[in-house]
């Protein structure tokens, strides 16, 4: 058998016939490039919504369709178990896409069933606040948004595992892919013209779109494995995995599951713990100010898409000087843009929130300053939790981000009940810095390297230099 180097050297690329092979090299850039792109539109068509929204929906609607937006983004991760990683993993490692897929397939439908039920007999147990309304009066509406979205994650991730990355970033990602959120800014943008925008058509219209989004997703996904068979992407499996059934995704994704739900879970289970215990003023006011807060995670987020190849590569080549200076230039790159973003947050909140969401937010102004500390250190320590992934220490990270999340479960109720919404944002806003500065020592301690930002240019130049440097020939 070829040795893993050389075979890894050997993989091709997502165009072209199977003797024009691409290198490694090659692949992730072009990830890269298609991933951020995709990401900006999705991001810019998703942000783009939500500001709309907030000028034409009254408050209570607006606050309410968060609440329905939370809800979906929180179940679509339970719904896929953590299997889309996993179905990554498991089509670069076998040939048989098909069968991998239509296993993630089953697990959506299972779990998409179970949630819908679940939230048909909560929602007759909701407090009479009008921010449930959404969740109350839609409830078929809301299952189809979270299980189609649950779908195309599923569709998205086995694009990406076959190297059509262009093709998956259009169906699927967390936030919703690049259809269904430019159209559905679109006609945002055309029905506020003709003032038809209520709470209800806003729900319909993004369950519908999202449950369109499928019929791109299953062509899309069709010519991905055609191209993927005639090219025979990794030859021969590098582990004796037996068939990818559901069952077997299931043992393999339930670690995925827990670290999604904490790591990436916990800004939506922030905003559903301070629905349950301040106003529906206050709440629409928190709900904005955490959309806009997280504009400033976006640069760290889209390194984080291409970092985790070169993480692992040079981790295992035991580069790890090397590797230091490339997350820590990296982590200087995104970090200029998100240090502008967050002062001008800081200086300017009251033009931000007037041009974003219009004249209806002024109490959002001291939540977006308070937000801002929290996630200015998120972003200048790097990439220290997926550091830890690629390094094999998840265990670490499970550890660290479930003892703060107990944290945040036992302070809120209190803290919320006693200062509101400002106590909330506080809390929040601690635990995130907290968090990332604990995990940056655990990456210290357990890699040895610092993944925080640096000032260098000589750092910023070796790391633009180890990405864009072509790897040597395989033998």
Excluded at 99 to 119: H, N, R, W
Excluded at 385 to 409: A, F, K, N, P, W
Aim: proline share 4%; with cysteine; hydrophobic share 55%.
């Amino acid at each position: 058998m070829m040795p893993e180097s050389e075979m890894q050297a050997e993989l091709p690329g997502g165009d072209g016939p199977s003797e024009n092979v691409r290198s490694l090299r090659s692949r992730l850039l072009s990830a890269a490039v298609w991933s951020a792109i995709g990401r900006i539109l999705a991001v810019g068509a998703f942000y783009g919504s939500h500001f709309l929204l907030g000028r034409y929906l009254e408050k209570s609607h607006y606050a309410a369709y968060l609440m329905v937006s939370v809800v979906v983004a929180t179940t679509t991760i339970a719904v896929t178990f953590g299997t889309a990683q996993i179905l990554i993993r498991t089509i670069r490692k076998k040939v048989n896409a098909v069968q991998a897929i239509a296993s993630c397939l089953k697990i959506v439908v299972f779990f998409g069933c179970i949630a819908s039920l679940v939230l048909l007999i909560v929602s007759d147990h909701l407090g009479a606040g009008e921010r449930w309304n959404g969740i109350r009066e839609y409830v078929p509406w809301v299952a189809i948004w979270f299980i189609a979205s649950a779908a195309s994650l599923i569709a998205s991730s086995a694009m990406q595992a076959m190297d059509q990355f262009r093709l998956g970033v259009l169906v699927g990602a967390k936030n919703g892919g690049l259809l269904p959120n430019v159209l559905f800014f679109l006609l945002l943008v055309v029905s506020s013209q003709f003032e038809i925008l209520d709470l209800g058509f806003v729900i319909i219209l993004r369950s519908v779109l999202q449950l369109l989004t499928l019929i791109p997703a299953f062509i899309f996904t069709k010519n991905s494995i055609s191209i993927h068979r005639t090219k025979n992407f990794d030859g021969q499996a590098r582990e004796d995995i037996a068939a990818p059934t559901a069952k077997w995704f299931l043992s393999e994704s339930w670690y995925t599951l827990v670290t999604q739900f904490v790591v990436l879970g916990m800004a939506e289970l922030d905003v559903l713990i301070v629905g349950f215990f301040v106003a529906d003023g206050d709440f629409a006011n928190y709900g904005v100010a955490k959309t806009l807060i997280n504009v400033v995670r976006i640069p760290l987020l889209m390194a984080s898409v291409f970092l985790g190849p070169f993480i692992a590569e040079l981790y295992y080549a035991n580069q790890i000087d090397r590797l230091e200076k490339i997350l820590r230039g990296a982590a200087t790159i995104v970090g200029l843009p998100c240090l502008l973003i967050a002062l001008a947050f800081v200086i300017f909140p009251n033009a931000i929130l007037e041009l974003t969401f219009g004249n209806g937010y002024p109490e959002a102004v001291p939540l977006l300053r308070i937000l801002t500390f929290g996630t200015v250190v998120f972003v200048l320590t790097g990439c220290n939790g997926l550091t830890l992934i690629m390094t094999g220490h998840q265990r670490e990270l499970m550890i660290c981000s479930i003892g703060v999340l107990l944290i945040y479960l036992t302070l809120s109720p209190l803290i919320l009940s006693y200062w509101g919404v400002w106590g909330g944002a506080w809390l929040n806003s601690i635990l995130v810095a907290s968090l990332n500065l604990f995990v940056t020592i655990m990456v210290r301690i357990k890699v040895n390297i610092w993944t925080t930002a640096s000032p260098s240019c000589a750092t910023l130049k070796l790391s633009l230099q180890s990405i864009l440097k072509k790897p040597a020939a395989s033998p």
